[in-house]
Protein backbone atom coordinates (compact mmCIF):
# COMPACT_ATOMS: atom_id res chain seq x y z
CA UNK A 1 0.00 0.00 0.00
CA UNK A 2 1.28 2.74 -1.08
CA UNK A 3 1.37 6.03 1.45
CA UNK A 4 1.13 8.60 -2.04
CA UNK A 5 -1.64 10.73 -2.77
CA UNK A 6 -4.07 10.55 -5.95
CA UNK A 7 -6.22 12.80 -7.54
CA UNK A 8 -9.91 11.27 -9.58
CA UNK A 9 -10.74 14.50 -11.49
CA UNK A 10 -14.22 13.69 -13.55
CA UNK A 11 -17.25 15.70 -14.21
CA UNK A 12 -19.12 12.48 -13.98
CA UNK A 13 -19.37 11.44 -10.39
CA UNK A 14 -20.19 7.94 -10.71
CA UNK A 15 -17.27 7.59 -12.92
CA UNK A 16 -14.87 9.73 -10.42
CA UNK A 17 -15.88 7.81 -7.57
CA UNK A 18 -15.72 4.17 -8.57
CA UNK A 19 -12.21 5.09 -10.21
CA UNK A 20 -11.65 6.31 -6.55
CA UNK A 21 -13.10 2.95 -5.17
CA UNK A 22 -10.69 1.30 -7.44
CA UNK A 23 -7.56 2.37 -6.64
CA UNK A 24 -8.16 2.26 -2.83
CA UNK A 25 -6.68 -1.35 -3.74
CA UNK A 26 -3.38 0.97 -4.05
CA UNK A 27 -3.35 3.69 -1.66
CA UNK A 28 -5.77 5.39 1.13
CA UNK A 29 -4.67 8.59 0.97
CA UNK A 30 -7.36 9.28 -2.42
CA UNK A 31 -9.46 12.51 -3.20
CA UNK A 32 -11.87 13.07 -5.95
CA UNK A 33 -12.78 16.52 -7.57
CA UNK A 34 -15.54 16.78 -10.02
CA UNK A 35 -13.73 19.79 -12.24
CA UNK A 36 -10.40 20.79 -13.40
CA UNK A 37 -11.28 23.96 -10.64
CA UNK A 38 -11.76 22.41 -8.07
CA UNK A 39 -8.53 19.89 -8.53
CA UNK A 40 -7.00 22.81 -8.41
CA UNK A 41 -8.12 24.17 -5.27
CA UNK A 42 -7.42 20.59 -3.80
CA UNK A 43 -3.75 20.43 -4.96
CA UNK A 44 -3.00 23.71 -3.60
CA UNK A 45 -4.34 22.99 -0.10
CA UNK A 46 -2.37 19.29 0.02
CA UNK A 47 -0.16 18.88 -3.24
CA UNK A 48 -0.97 15.23 -4.72
CA UNK A 49 1.39 12.70 -6.50
CA UNK A 50 -0.76 11.47 -8.92
CA UNK A 51 -3.76 13.00 -10.87
CA UNK A 52 -6.03 11.29 -12.96
CA UNK A 53 -8.48 13.51 -14.82
CA UNK A 54 -11.02 13.15 -17.65
CA UNK A 55 -10.04 15.70 -20.41
CA UNK A 56 -13.71 16.42 -21.36
CA UNK A 57 -14.87 18.29 -18.84
CA UNK A 58 -17.13 21.73 -19.09
CA UNK A 59 -15.23 24.69 -17.75
CA UNK A 60 -11.58 24.05 -17.63
CA UNK A 61 -10.23 21.25 -19.63
CA UNK A 62 -8.52 17.97 -18.94
CA UNK A 63 -5.18 19.51 -20.81
CA UNK A 64 -5.42 22.44 -19.29
CA UNK A 65 -5.46 21.09 -16.01
CA UNK A 66 -2.08 19.11 -16.99
CA UNK A 67 -0.09 22.33 -17.97
CA UNK A 68 -1.43 23.78 -15.27
CA UNK A 69 -0.03 21.09 -12.63
CA UNK A 70 3.19 20.74 -14.25
CA UNK A 71 3.90 24.48 -14.09
CA UNK A 72 3.18 24.52 -10.43
CA UNK A 73 4.01 21.06 -9.11
CA UNK A 74 6.58 19.54 -11.98
CA UNK A 75 6.61 15.69 -9.80
CA UNK A 76 3.36 15.57 -9.85
CA UNK A 77 2.11 12.60 -12.66
CA UNK A 78 -0.64 13.55 -14.55
CA UNK A 79 -2.86 10.10 -16.12
CA UNK A 80 -5.67 11.25 -18.47
CA UNK A 81 -8.63 9.77 -19.60
CA UNK A 82 -9.52 10.43 -23.57
CA UNK A 83 -12.70 10.15 -25.16
CA UNK A 84 -12.63 6.33 -27.04
CA UNK A 85 -11.50 6.61 -30.54
CA UNK A 86 -10.13 10.13 -30.10
CA UNK A 87 -6.43 9.37 -30.93
CA UNK A 88 -5.47 13.47 -31.54
CA UNK A 89 -5.86 14.03 -27.73
CA UNK A 90 -4.33 10.81 -26.47
CA UNK A 91 -1.43 12.08 -28.85
CA UNK A 92 -1.68 15.58 -27.47
CA UNK A 93 -1.68 14.32 -23.64
CA UNK A 94 1.54 12.60 -24.58
CA UNK A 95 3.31 15.54 -26.17
CA UNK A 96 1.81 18.15 -23.11
CA UNK A 97 3.92 15.70 -20.64
CA UNK A 98 1.46 13.65 -19.60
CA UNK A 99 2.97 10.52 -17.58
CA UNK A 100 -0.01 8.25 -19.76
CA UNK A 101 -3.42 7.78 -21.11
CA UNK A 102 -6.33 5.47 -20.67
CA UNK A 103 -8.97 5.55 -23.34
CA UNK A 104 -12.65 5.46 -22.04
CA UNK A 105 -14.19 2.54 -21.07
CA UNK A 106 -11.09 1.14 -19.14
CA UNK A 107 -11.12 -1.91 -17.31
CA UNK A 108 -9.89 -1.65 -13.56
CA UNK A 109 -7.12 -3.68 -14.42
CA UNK A 110 -5.66 -1.05 -17.11
CA UNK A 111 -6.36 1.79 -14.67
CA UNK A 112 -4.46 -0.15 -11.59
CA UNK A 113 -1.83 -0.78 -13.69
CA UNK A 114 -0.94 2.58 -15.41
CA UNK A 115 -1.45 3.91 -11.89
CA UNK A 116 0.79 1.25 -10.22
CA UNK A 117 3.35 2.28 -13.06
CA UNK A 118 3.12 6.08 -11.72
CA UNK A 119 3.81 5.23 -8.33
CA UNK A 120 6.98 3.39 -8.92
CA UNK A 121 8.52 5.53 -10.82
CA UNK A 122 7.42 8.05 -8.20
CA UNK A 123 8.96 5.46 -5.26
CA UNK A 124 12.05 5.24 -7.15
CA UNK A 125 13.01 8.76 -7.85
CA UNK A 126 12.62 9.21 -4.25
CA UNK A 127 14.96 6.40 -3.66
CA UNK A 128 17.26 7.59 -5.98
CA UNK A 129 16.96 10.93 -4.12
CA UNK A 130 17.46 9.32 -0.62
CA UNK A 131 20.66 7.60 -2.06
CA UNK A 132 21.93 10.26 -3.15
CA UNK A 133 21.54 12.56 0.09
CA UNK A 134 22.85 9.11 1.90
CA UNK A 135 25.88 9.46 -0.31
CA UNK A 136 26.81 12.97 0.77
CA UNK A 137 27.83 12.00 4.10
CA UNK A 138 30.01 9.41 2.40
CA UNK A 139 33.64 10.01 1.26
CA UNK A 140 35.38 8.41 -1.52
CA UNK A 141 38.33 8.62 -3.16
CA UNK A 142 39.63 6.33 -5.99
CA UNK A 143 37.44 3.49 -4.73
CA UNK A 144 38.19 4.08 -1.74
CA UNK A 145 34.82 4.38 0.70
CA UNK A 146 34.24 5.38 3.81
CA UNK A 147 31.40 6.98 6.05
CA UNK A 148 33.83 7.75 8.83
CA UNK A 149 35.81 10.73 8.77
CA UNK A 150 38.64 9.61 10.14
CA UNK A 151 39.29 8.34 6.88
CA UNK A 152 39.26 11.77 5.33
CA UNK A 153 43.19 12.57 6.71
CA UNK A 154 44.30 9.30 4.93
CA UNK A 155 42.97 10.55 1.58
CA UNK A 156 44.01 14.27 2.59
CA UNK A 157 47.52 12.08 2.89
CA UNK A 158 47.36 10.64 -0.59
CA UNK A 159 46.59 13.78 -2.00
CA UNK A 160 49.47 15.37 -0.44
CA UNK A 161 52.35 12.59 -0.79
CA UNK A 162 50.90 11.89 -4.38
CA UNK A 163 53.03 14.61 -6.34
CA UNK A 164 56.17 13.82 -4.68
CA UNK A 165 58.71 11.00 -5.30
CA UNK A 166 58.58 9.70 -1.75
CA UNK A 167 58.56 6.47 -0.35
CA UNK A 168 55.70 5.96 1.61
CA UNK A 169 54.84 3.37 4.20
CA UNK A 170 51.08 1.92 4.19
CA UNK A 171 50.74 0.21 7.89
CA UNK A 172 47.46 -1.37 8.28
CA UNK A 173 46.04 -4.86 9.16
CA UNK A 174 44.98 -7.16 6.33
CA UNK A 175 42.71 -6.54 4.40
CA UNK A 176 42.09 -2.82 5.02
CA UNK A 177 42.42 -1.83 1.98
CA UNK A 178 46.51 -0.90 1.41
CA UNK A 179 46.77 -2.01 -2.03
CA UNK A 180 43.73 0.28 -2.66
CA UNK A 181 45.70 2.97 -0.92
CA UNK A 182 48.60 2.03 -3.19
CA UNK A 183 46.86 2.42 -6.45
CA UNK A 184 45.35 5.44 -5.40
CA UNK A 185 48.48 7.43 -4.58
CA UNK A 186 49.96 5.76 -8.00
CA UNK A 187 46.46 7.70 -9.94
CA UNK A 188 46.92 10.68 -8.35
CA UNK A 189 50.59 11.44 -9.21
CA UNK A 190 52.19 12.68 -12.47
CA UNK A 191 52.76 8.75 -12.97
CA UNK A 192 49.25 7.70 -13.56
CA UNK A 193 50.36 7.12 -17.39
CA UNK A 194 53.07 4.45 -16.18
CA UNK A 195 52.54 0.85 -14.96
CA UNK A 196 51.80 0.13 -11.29
CA UNK A 197 53.35 -2.91 -10.51
CA UNK A 198 52.67 -5.09 -7.16
CA UNK A 199 55.81 -7.61 -5.78
CA UNK A 200 54.96 -10.06 -3.26
CA UNK A 201 57.32 -10.65 -1.19
CA UNK A 202 56.11 -13.42 1.39
CA UNK A 203 57.53 -16.99 0.34
CA UNK A 204 59.92 -16.01 -2.09
CA UNK A 205 63.00 -17.22 -2.43
CA UNK A 206 65.94 -14.87 -2.35
CA UNK A 207 67.16 -15.82 -5.66
CA UNK A 208 63.82 -15.46 -7.57
CA UNK A 209 62.74 -12.69 -5.87
CA UNK A 210 65.92 -10.93 -6.89
CA UNK A 211 65.84 -11.97 -10.39
CA UNK A 212 62.28 -11.20 -10.25
CA UNK A 213 62.80 -7.66 -8.80
CA UNK A 214 65.73 -6.48 -10.16
CA UNK A 215 65.94 -8.72 -13.24
CA UNK A 216 68.53 -11.18 -14.48
CA UNK A 217 71.13 -12.55 -17.20
CA UNK A 218 69.94 -15.89 -18.48
CA UNK A 219 71.93 -18.48 -16.70
CA UNK A 220 73.01 -16.45 -13.85
CA UNK A 221 71.22 -18.74 -11.62
CA UNK A 222 69.99 -22.48 -12.19
CA UNK A 223 66.42 -22.22 -13.87
CA UNK A 224 66.81 -18.88 -15.28
CA UNK A 225 66.15 -19.76 -18.69
CA UNK A 226 66.21 -16.46 -20.09
CA UNK A 227 66.68 -12.76 -19.49
CA UNK A 228 64.44 -10.87 -17.15
CA UNK A 229 63.58 -7.18 -17.21
CA UNK A 230 62.78 -7.26 -13.05
CA UNK A 231 59.93 -5.58 -11.88
CA UNK A 232 61.73 -2.22 -11.17
CA UNK A 233 62.23 -1.54 -14.51
CA UNK A 234 58.47 -2.91 -15.73
CA UNK A 235 57.38 -0.08 -13.38
CA UNK A 236 59.82 2.29 -15.19
CA UNK A 237 58.74 5.51 -14.82
CA UNK A 238 55.29 3.98 -12.41
CA UNK A 239 54.84 3.21 -8.75
CA UNK A 240 55.94 -0.30 -7.42
CA UNK A 241 54.10 -1.71 -4.73
CA UNK A 242 56.66 -3.73 -1.96
CA UNK A 243 53.90 -5.73 -0.45
CA UNK A 244 54.66 -7.54 3.13
CA UNK A 245 58.40 -5.88 3.22
CA UNK A 246 58.66 -7.75 6.42
CA UNK A 247 59.21 -10.95 4.86
CA UNK A 248 62.01 -9.84 2.56
CA UNK A 249 64.57 -11.54 3.09
CA UNK A 250 68.01 -9.78 4.67
CA UNK A 251 69.43 -9.60 1.75
CA UNK A 252 67.04 -8.37 -0.82
CA UNK A 253 66.33 -6.15 1.86
CA UNK A 254 69.56 -4.75 2.06
CA UNK A 255 69.47 -4.41 -2.71
CA UNK A 256 66.15 -2.97 -2.27
CA UNK A 257 68.22 -0.44 0.42
CA UNK A 258 70.93 0.15 -2.40
CA UNK A 259 68.26 0.54 -5.36
CA UNK A 260 66.82 3.10 -3.23
CA UNK A 261 69.78 5.21 -2.37
CA UNK A 262 71.51 4.92 -5.98
CA UNK A 263 68.59 5.10 -8.14
CA UNK A 264 69.79 2.10 -10.11
CA UNK A 265 69.71 -1.52 -9.97
CA UNK A 266 72.17 -4.04 -11.05
CA UNK A 267 70.31 -7.34 -12.47
CA UNK A 268 71.48 -11.21 -11.44
CA UNK A 269 74.55 -11.76 -13.48
CA UNK A 270 75.02 -8.42 -15.35
CA UNK A 271 77.97 -6.70 -14.81
CA UNK A 272 76.25 -3.10 -15.14
CA UNK A 273 73.74 -1.83 -13.25
CA UNK A 274 70.50 -0.02 -14.79
CA UNK A 275 69.10 3.42 -14.05
CA UNK A 276 66.00 3.48 -12.58
CA UNK A 277 63.01 6.08 -11.76
CA UNK A 278 60.40 4.39 -10.05
CA UNK A 279 58.49 5.79 -7.19
CA UNK A 280 58.20 2.76 -4.22
CA UNK A 281 55.47 2.31 -1.78
CA UNK A 282 55.84 -0.35 0.72
CA UNK A 283 52.89 -2.04 2.81
CA UNK A 284 52.94 -4.28 6.04
CA UNK A 285 50.39 -5.63 8.27
CA UNK A 286 52.34 -5.67 11.27
CA UNK A 287 53.62 -3.13 13.38
CA UNK A 288 56.83 -1.89 11.02
CA UNK A 289 58.43 -0.72 14.88
CA UNK A 290 58.31 -3.84 16.12
CA UNK A 291 59.36 -5.86 13.04
CA UNK A 292 62.79 -3.53 13.37
CA UNK A 293 62.89 -4.80 17.20
CA UNK A 294 62.39 -8.25 16.05
CA UNK A 295 65.19 -7.63 13.54
CA UNK A 296 62.99 -8.82 10.55
CA UNK A 297 63.01 -5.14 8.90
CA UNK A 298 66.37 -3.81 8.86
CA UNK A 299 66.22 -0.42 10.43
CA UNK A 300 68.35 1.87 7.81
CA UNK A 301 65.48 0.44 5.08
CA UNK A 302 62.44 1.27 7.87
CA UNK A 303 63.69 4.60 7.68
CA UNK A 304 64.21 4.75 4.02
CA UNK A 305 60.79 3.52 3.60
CA UNK A 306 59.11 5.17 6.38
CA UNK A 307 59.90 8.99 4.94
CA UNK A 308 56.03 9.08 4.72
CA UNK A 309 53.32 6.68 6.73
CA UNK A 310 50.03 5.68 6.55
CA UNK A 311 48.47 4.22 8.89
CA UNK A 312 44.77 2.46 7.97
CA UNK A 313 42.33 1.86 10.65
CA UNK A 314 40.93 -1.36 10.62
CA UNK A 315 37.61 -2.07 10.09
CA UNK A 316 36.28 -2.84 13.47
CA UNK A 317 37.42 1.10 14.17
CA UNK A 318 35.24 2.18 11.41
CA UNK A 319 32.00 1.18 12.45
CA UNK A 320 29.77 2.92 10.23
CA UNK A 321 31.61 1.95 6.90
CA UNK A 322 29.97 -1.78 7.56
CA UNK A 323 27.04 -0.96 6.22
CA UNK A 324 28.16 1.49 3.53
CA UNK A 325 30.86 -1.30 2.31
CA UNK A 326 28.54 -4.26 2.68
CA UNK A 327 25.86 -2.94 0.39
CA UNK A 328 28.86 -1.28 -1.74
CA UNK A 329 29.79 -4.42 -2.35
CA UNK A 330 26.95 -6.03 -2.68
CA UNK A 331 25.84 -3.84 -5.67
CA UNK A 332 28.84 -4.59 -7.27
CA UNK A 333 27.24 -8.48 -7.10
CA UNK A 334 24.41 -7.97 -9.01
CA UNK A 335 24.91 -7.63 -13.12
CA UNK A 336 23.05 -4.17 -14.45
CA UNK A 337 19.09 -4.84 -15.48
CA UNK A 338 18.76 -7.67 -12.44
CA UNK A 339 16.69 -6.57 -9.22
CA UNK A 340 19.10 -5.92 -6.64
CA UNK A 341 19.61 -7.54 -3.55
CA UNK A 342 19.47 -5.96 0.02
CA UNK A 343 20.06 -6.62 3.72
CA UNK A 344 17.84 -6.88 6.43
CA UNK A 345 18.25 -5.19 9.61
CA UNK A 346 19.12 -7.96 11.40
CA UNK A 347 21.44 -9.36 8.85
CA UNK A 348 23.11 -5.98 9.07
CA UNK A 349 22.62 -5.98 13.28
CA UNK A 350 25.19 -9.43 12.91
CA UNK A 351 27.63 -7.74 10.69
CA UNK A 352 28.04 -4.98 12.29
CA UNK A 353 28.83 -6.55 15.43
CA UNK A 354 31.05 -8.99 14.42
CA UNK A 355 34.81 -7.82 14.81
CA UNK A 356 36.18 -8.50 11.35
CA UNK A 357 39.55 -9.85 12.00
CA UNK A 358 40.14 -10.26 8.49
CA UNK A 359 38.70 -6.41 7.78
CA UNK A 360 37.41 -5.42 4.54
CA UNK A 361 38.33 -8.56 2.83
CA UNK A 362 36.61 -10.51 4.84
CA UNK A 363 33.38 -8.81 4.75
CA UNK A 364 33.62 -8.59 0.92
CA UNK A 365 33.87 -12.37 1.30
CA UNK A 366 31.10 -12.76 3.53
CA UNK A 367 29.17 -10.68 1.50
CA UNK A 368 29.32 -13.03 -1.54
CA UNK A 369 28.78 -15.83 -0.02
CA UNK A 370 25.22 -14.46 1.21
CA UNK A 371 24.55 -13.42 -1.78
CA UNK A 372 24.97 -17.20 -3.32
CA UNK A 373 23.47 -18.23 -0.50
CA UNK A 374 20.17 -16.40 -0.21
CA UNK A 375 16.95 -17.72 -1.96
CA UNK A 376 15.15 -14.19 -2.22
CA UNK A 377 16.67 -10.54 -3.00
CA UNK A 378 16.77 -10.15 0.73
CA UNK A 379 19.60 -11.26 2.90
CA UNK A 380 18.73 -12.39 6.05
CA UNK A 381 20.81 -12.96 8.84
CA UNK A 382 21.12 -16.74 8.33
CA UNK A 383 22.72 -16.33 4.92
CA UNK A 384 25.62 -14.65 6.95
CA UNK A 385 28.21 -16.99 7.80
CA UNK A 386 31.42 -15.54 9.59
CA UNK A 387 34.01 -18.28 9.66
CA UNK A 388 35.44 -17.85 13.29
CA UNK A 389 39.28 -19.06 12.51
CA UNK A 390 39.88 -17.13 15.37
CA UNK A 391 41.17 -19.90 17.13
CA UNK A 392 43.00 -18.05 19.78
CA UNK A 393 39.47 -16.79 21.11
CA UNK A 394 37.18 -19.54 20.93
CA UNK A 395 39.65 -22.97 20.95
CA UNK A 396 37.16 -25.40 19.82
CA UNK A 397 36.01 -28.53 22.35
CA UNK A 398 36.19 -25.96 24.53
CA UNK A 399 33.54 -27.36 26.91
CA UNK A 400 34.89 -30.79 26.64
CA UNK A 401 37.95 -29.29 29.07
CA UNK A 402 37.17 -29.81 32.92
CA UNK A 403 36.24 -26.39 34.12
CA UNK A 404 39.90 -24.87 35.87
CA UNK A 405 41.39 -26.34 32.51
CA UNK A 406 39.40 -24.24 30.30
CA UNK A 407 39.58 -21.72 32.57
CA UNK A 408 43.06 -21.39 32.83
CA UNK A 409 43.55 -22.17 28.86
CA UNK A 410 41.45 -18.28 28.80
CA UNK A 411 43.35 -17.04 31.14
CA UNK A 412 46.64 -17.61 28.99
CA UNK A 413 44.90 -16.60 26.11
CA UNK A 414 43.73 -13.82 27.26
CA UNK A 415 47.22 -12.53 29.03
CA UNK A 416 49.22 -13.31 25.69
CA UNK A 417 46.98 -10.86 23.55
CA UNK A 418 46.53 -8.23 26.36
CA UNK A 419 50.39 -8.48 27.01
CA UNK A 420 51.29 -8.54 23.27
CA UNK A 421 49.41 -5.46 22.78
CA UNK A 422 50.65 -3.82 25.66
CA UNK A 423 54.13 -4.12 24.83
CA UNK A 424 53.58 -3.47 21.19
CA UNK A 425 52.07 -0.37 22.79
CA UNK A 426 54.36 0.56 24.80
CA UNK A 427 57.65 -0.30 22.23
CA UNK A 428 58.80 -3.26 24.13
CA UNK A 429 59.46 -1.08 27.00
CA UNK A 430 59.12 -3.54 30.21
CA UNK A 431 58.76 -0.94 32.49
CA UNK A 432 56.54 1.70 30.76
CA UNK A 433 54.16 -1.35 30.10
CA UNK A 434 54.11 -2.32 33.52
CA UNK A 435 53.36 1.79 34.39
CA UNK A 436 50.44 1.12 31.68
CA UNK A 437 49.04 -1.41 32.93
CA UNK A 438 48.95 -1.10 36.93
CA UNK A 439 51.08 -3.88 37.60
CA UNK A 440 55.18 -3.64 39.07
CA UNK A 441 57.90 -4.01 36.32
CA UNK A 442 58.55 -7.71 38.33
CA UNK A 443 55.11 -9.13 37.90
CA UNK A 444 54.95 -8.08 34.11
CA UNK A 445 57.94 -9.81 33.41
CA UNK A 446 56.86 -12.88 35.68
CA UNK A 447 54.10 -13.03 33.17
CA UNK A 448 56.23 -12.29 29.74
CA UNK A 449 58.59 -14.97 31.11
CA UNK A 450 55.86 -17.72 31.55
CA UNK A 451 54.34 -16.94 27.96
CA UNK A 452 57.84 -17.15 26.68
CA UNK A 453 57.69 -13.32 25.66
CA UNK A 454 60.58 -12.16 27.15
CA UNK A 455 63.64 -10.80 25.12
CA UNK A 456 67.66 -10.68 26.21
CA UNK A 457 67.16 -7.29 26.65
CA UNK A 458 64.24 -7.17 29.07
CA UNK A 459 66.67 -8.05 31.91
CA UNK A 460 65.28 -8.18 35.35
CA UNK A 461 64.64 -4.31 36.73
CA UNK A 462 65.24 -3.41 40.15
CA UNK A 463 62.41 -3.65 41.64
CA UNK A 464 62.17 -7.57 41.16
CA UNK A 465 65.65 -7.80 43.15
CA UNK A 466 63.72 -5.05 46.02
CA UNK A 467 60.90 -8.00 46.11
CA UNK A 468 58.77 -5.46 45.59
CA UNK A 469 54.70 -7.06 46.11
CA UNK A 470 53.20 -8.01 43.15
CA UNK A 471 50.20 -5.46 42.06
CA UNK A 472 48.32 -7.54 39.56
CA UNK A 473 47.60 -11.33 40.29
CA UNK A 474 49.51 -13.07 37.71
CA UNK A 475 48.92 -16.53 38.58
CA UNK A 476 46.24 -18.04 37.00
CA UNK A 477 43.44 -20.17 38.90
CA UNK A 478 44.62 -23.81 39.35
CA UNK A 479 43.14 -26.45 40.40
N1 LIG B 1 37.53 1.65 1.93
C1 LIG B 1 37.31 0.73 0.98
N2 LIG B 1 36.35 0.95 0.05
C2 LIG B 1 36.10 0.03 -0.90
N3 LIG B 1 36.74 -1.14 -1.01
C3 LIG B 1 37.70 -1.41 -0.11
C4 LIG B 1 38.03 -0.49 0.93
N4 LIG B 1 39.03 -1.03 1.66
C5 LIG B 1 39.30 -2.22 1.11
N5 LIG B 1 38.51 -2.47 0.04
C6 LIG B 1 38.51 -3.71 -0.77
O1 LIG B 1 38.85 -4.76 0.11
C7 LIG B 1 39.72 -5.69 -0.51
C8 LIG B 1 41.03 -5.77 0.25
O2 LIG B 1 41.77 -4.58 0.05
P1 LIG B 1 43.35 -4.60 -0.22
O3 LIG B 1 43.74 -5.75 -1.08
O4 LIG B 1 43.73 -3.24 -0.68
O5 LIG B 1 43.82 -4.84 1.28
P2 LIG B 1 45.30 -5.06 1.85
O6 LIG B 1 45.38 -4.21 3.05
O7 LIG B 1 46.30 -4.85 0.77
O8 LIG B 1 45.23 -6.56 2.29
P3 LIG B 1 46.46 -7.59 2.58
O9 LIG B 1 47.14 -7.11 3.82
O10 LIG B 1 45.76 -8.87 2.81
O11 LIG B 1 47.33 -7.56 1.38
C9 LIG B 1 39.89 -5.22 -1.93
O12 LIG B 1 38.96 -5.89 -2.74
C10 LIG B 1 39.57 -3.74 -1.84
O13 LIG B 1 39.09 -3.27 -3.07
MG1 LIG C 1 47.60 -6.28 -0.04
Same mark, same amino acid.
Not at 115 to 144: P, S
Not at 360 to 389: F, K, S, Y
Given at each position: ??????????????????????????????????????????????????????????????????????????????????????????????????????????????????????????????????????????????????????????????????????????????????????????????????????????????????????????????????????????????????????????? !? *????? /? @?????????? #?? %??? =????????????????????????????????????????????????????????????????????????????????????????? !? *????? /? @?????????? #?? %??? =???????????????????????????????????????????????????????????????????????????????????????????????
Amino acid at each position: MSHHRLLVVDDNRDLAQGVALILRKLSDHIAVAYSAEEALELIEQRPVDVVLSDIKMPGREGTSLLDCVHERWPDTRVILFTGYGSIESSVDAMKRGAFDYLTKPFDNDELLVVTRRALKEIEDEEEIARLRAELRGTYGFHGIYSRDRRMLPLFDAIRRVAPTNTTVLICGESGTGKELIARAIHAESQRSGAPFVAFNAAAVPETLAEAELFGCKKGAYTGADRDRKGLFLEAHGGTLLMDEVSSMPAG !L *QGKLL /R @ALQEREVLPL #GS %GSS =VRIDVRVIAATNVDPRRLVREEKLRRDLYYRLSVMRINVPPLRELVENIPLLANLFLERLVPEGQPSKSLSPRALRLLISHDWPGNVRE !L *QNVIE /R @AALIARTNEI #GP %GDI =VIEDDDLDWRPEGEESLAYEEAKRQAIERFQRRYVEQLMEQADGNVSAAARKAGMTRAALHRILKRLGLTSEDAALGDDENLGLPSLASDRPAQS
